[in-house]
């Protein structure tokens, strides 16, 4: 099979070359085995050089919001009231662990994404 692991940005970019060539690779077969490796290689190389932030929690929630198709009426039973809603919406109240735990459990929002330190805003 000769694959060897992705050190530098050629290496990582003549993977990508490959992957595409292999995009309808088969399962079980050797194609398809080479596709999977070099995904996992390609996956790997990318977690180590491009690491992805996490979004502040207030974007995170609007994202899920609008994704989902809900109302701050939806986020009522894990947030409070509307007006407490829209103070976290603005950025004027911090979630509470509560608040956070019912919005993971009740959305699906990554516990990570909720817990961070929202960004500064400027007024």
């Known amino acids: 099979m000769d694959i060897k692991p992705l050190k530098t940005e050629a290496d990582y970019q003549a993977a990508l070359k490959e992957i595409e060539t292999l995009m309808f690779a088969v399962v079980d077969t050797p194609e398809g085995d080479r596709l999977d490796v070099l995904v996992t290689l390609v996956e790997a190389y990318e ?73 500064e805003r400027l007024a």
């Open 47 to 119: 977690a180590r050089h491009y690491p992805l932030d996490l979004p502040d929690p207030v974007e995170a929630i609007k994202f899920t919001m609008e994704q989902k198709g809900l109302t701050v009426k939806d986020l009522e039973p894990m947030i409070g009231r509307s007006n407490r809603v829209y103070e976290i919406l603005n950025h004027t109240r911090p979630l509470t662990l509560k608040m956070i735990w019912r919005l993971h459990q009740g959305l699906g929002i990554p516990a990570e994404s909720l817990i961070r330190q929202p960004e």
